[in-house]
């Protein structure tokens, strides 16, 4: 069985890494055949890297959440050559030289993901998310058989840990014939390759993932121990000799001139491409180098992703409205015939601000260009003016706000125009939607419908005023029964208490994202610190720009802002103490592991509320686990736990500990 397994991962190394099959398909199956055949009569010795073991894993209740070692870093992106090559300027003098050797790789338009291998075994695959924070989608990576389940031993023992980053993605083949049986079946086809791949690997049943044709490309690492890379060029060696999959074609280029031209080469091989590509990707090769340039907020400076020129399409204008922001900005939005572009079905584009419309001399009625901008964002490029015919009108942004009627304003100096009524209900409903997203406050149950009826009620008025909402009122709203207002209010309630990076967040100041959030509160440490700084005192803190600076000091100098933050706090928010610095946090040392549904707070909080007091939170189950907390219908981490003697908690013994050390 060991002499079939290791013969059986040969083939898969020969058929996704190296493209050189030695066998036929019916000989494989063959083989594959006979593993299953032995393992069926001998359970005791199948292992979990078998080849046999891709799909076993039962259907998961939702997907946990793991952080990555090293964040993974979203890249700056330049539309034209003139993009690069100021890329390439800012990279030489930052390395105080006149050329740089880069690496060129095709930019696959598909699903990020981590694989994490321990002593050569693959223990671990998650998402990208948002490049701190992913999902655990370890069962799915599973299914795809050009992912190794343990790594091929090279000299000596294989790494003690290997993090490796790569796109999952779907061939064009394989989603046309996907979707050619769909149609057979009366079913409605994918839109295109990256929502197929990014929904296959997000399915809860395993089984679902593996009927799907996913491959993957890897092409970086995170932490290693136990190996040794110093430039890109030598990772991409390094990783097909481990039997993971690199995407053959790469170019090592000596400057900015032979990049351009890699990419000016797969610009015209796109279309003969098997997969989807929307650009290359352009990295500095030299690890060392790539240390010294280091990264700004989300982005490494080392790196750049260099566009293609977006698929366009043709149709026309019907209408443009006028959208209300939840700082009160009036974005015209072009309502369009729908047109097909890249896979997508386009009815509406964003067109800006008036400026922006006046510039390309928009009118309503017009024939226009459209694209996908960086194939994602829909945008309307320019009129074709030769098919005008005199019916076409040109747009003139509203005086008077078209949800609250009040005064538009354009401040001197600004681009957009502005509703300043705080009280507009465009902007309430968008500034709640915001404070309990994700990134926010993070409360369940809470979406555009509920917070429209909330809104046009009148029953929720200010951020504060959510709080004051009890369970007989909400019941009374459509579609929400008792049950679901039980829980809304269970949610609310313990939203409550939050960390002072979440409600930065929440509160929606100009400039202020999740990370700017994080880096704020620990240079901070307090609300009260952060809303007496000076604007130099912002600056002076890494990653805080002018821009930012002189919005926070804005927003917090402002008596309505303040009124807002005081009513919060006077309906019982209260933000947790960040972790002490000196080891004496009450859960220093200890490490928590989730799993099942919690019924009193989301998992994110939960996580969040272990980590105030000073203790970690894991993904999985090891001998260094303090106590796994099961929740409603626990999956086999709290099986795990039991085998190894670790302290299983429920929800309510989680409560009480927490209520402890509060």
Known sequence: MTQLRAEIERHNYLYHVLDRPEISDPEYDALF??????????????????????????????????RHSVPMLSLGNAFDEEGLREFDRRVTALLETDCVTYVAEPKLDGLSVELVYRDGRFAQGSTRGDGRAGEDVTANLRTIRGIPLRIRSQQGPPPSLLEVRGEVYIDKADLDALNARRKEAELPPFANPRNLAAGSLRQLDPEITARRPLKIYCYDVGLTEGIEIRAQDQLLEI????????????????????????????????????????????????????????????????????????EQGITRLKDIVVSVGRTGT???????????????????????????????????????????????????????????TGDEWPFVMPTRCPV??????????????????????????????????????????????LVQQLVERGLVRRLGDLFRLDRETLAALERLGPKSADNLVSALESAKRTTLNRFLFALGIPGVGEHVAEVLASAFGSLDRLMAASEDELVGVPEIGPHTAQGLVEFFRSEENRDVIDDLFAVGLALTA??????????????????????????????????????????????????VVAGENPGAKADKAEDLGITILTEEDFLTLLQRHA
């Open 330 to 388: 009036l974005t015209p939005v072009a309502v369009l015939e729908p047109v097909r572009v890249h896979g997508v079905e386009i009815s509406s584009a964003t067109l800006h601000n008036e400026d922006e419309i006046q510039r390309k001399e928009i009118l309503i009625g017009d024939r226009v260009v459209i694209q996908r901008a960086g194939d994602v964002i829909p945008q309307i490029v320019k009129p074709l003016t030769e098919y005008r």
């Open 239 to 310: 990783l097909p000799a481990l039997g993971l999959r690199i995407n053959p074609l790469y170019r090592v280029c000596n400057g900015m001139d032979a990049a351009i031209a890699f990419y000016h080469r797969l610009m015209e091989e796109r279309e003969r491409l098997p997969y989807e590509s929307d650009g290359v990707v352009i990295k500095v090769n030299d690890f060392a180098q790539r240390g010294k340039l280091g990264t700004v907020s989300r982005s490494p400076r080392w790196a750049i992703a260099g566009k293609f020129p977006a």
């Open 404 to 449: 609250c009627n009040s005064e538009v304003v354009r401040i001197e100096g600004e681009v957009a125009h502005r509703c300043l009524n705080t009280s507009c209900p465009a902007r309430i409903k968008q500034s709640i939607l915001h404070f309990v997203s994700q990134g926010g406050l993070d409360v369940e149950g809470i979406g555009f419908k």
């Open 33 to 66: 055949r006979r593993l299953i055949e032995l393992e069926t009569q001998h359970p005791e010795l199948v292992t979990p890297d078998s080849p046999t073991q891709r799909v076993g894993a039962a259907p998961a209740e939702g997907f946990e959440t793991v």
């Open 578 to 627: 960040p972790p002490s610095e000196t080891g004496a946090a009450p859960l220093h040392g200890t490490r928590f592991v989730f799993t099942g549904a919690l019924s009193s707070m989301s998992r994110s909080e939960a996580s969040d509320r272990v980590k105030a007091l000073g203790g970690e939170v894991s993904s999985s189950v090891s001998h260094n686990t303090t106590y």
